[in-house]
């Protein structure tokens, strides 16, 4: 009997593991099937200067690479709103790249894609911090690893965004200033 309770256990994880899945992608298929402009509508403002300056600071380190504290960082980002909407604004890029793909399906694929995998590591990194402010959250203390997910988030989702606009700049310099503009 002690052996069935396994079994119950791996087939819960499996149904939740697929109902998961299941709800991942009614919600593709939902924003794909949405106009151009009403995914632009969608897309939640950030603050970019804060955004691209911890961006710049990871991805091109400047000489005194502590110059940015760990509080600095988490206000620069838009704390824990700013990076709910970079997640969110991360699966919008990602189907304005697919929209792409009926200008320049070569390009747009490959733009795509790399895409895909800058938002894998935005995501992977928001879940590390709310994950690792769980146990912290009484002692209002950040977590040691807090600052460098702050980072890559940050810098992942300047990535995601500059190909993007990159992206549309090649494939369709019409739709380009309106995708600038709210992006």
């Known amino acids: 009997m002690p052996h069935m309770v396994t079994y119950y256990a791996l087939a819960a994880a499996l149904i939740g ?3 998961g899945a ?3 992608q009614r919600r593709t298929v939902r924003l794909s099937d949405r106009a151009w402009d009403d995914i632009l509508d969608r897309i939640q403002r950030i603050d970019r200067m804060g955004l691209a300056t911890v961006a710049v600071d990871y991805l091109n380190p400047p000489q005194h690479q ?5 509080r ?7 704390a824990y709103d700013g990076l709910r909407r970079m997640r969110a604004n991360a699966d919008l ?14 390009e747009a694929t ?13 995501r992977r990194a928001v879940w590390k911090i709310e994950v690792g402010f769980l146990p912290l959250t009484m002692l209002r203390q950040f977590y040691i690893g807090t600052p460098f997910q702050i ?3 940050a810098a992942a989702y300047y990535l995601m965004r500059q190909r993007l606009l990159a992206l549309y700049a090649a494939t369709h310099a019409g739709r380009y200033p309106a ?3 709210v992006l």
Request: charged share 20%; no cysteine; net charge negative.
């Open 22 to 24: 299941l709800y991942a």
């Open 72 to 78: 600095d960082l988490w206000k620069l980002v838009g």
């Open 179 to 181: 995708l600038a503009a």
């Open 93 to 106: 890029m990602l189907v304005l790249a697919a929209h792409a793909a009926d200008w320049n399906f070569e």
């Open 17 to 19: 593991l697929l109902i």
């Open 66 to 70: 502590t110059a940015i504290q760990p």
């Open 110 to 122: 490959i733009v795509g894609e790399r895409m895909r995998r800058d938002a894998l590591r935005l």
């Open 151 to 153: 980072q890559e988030a």
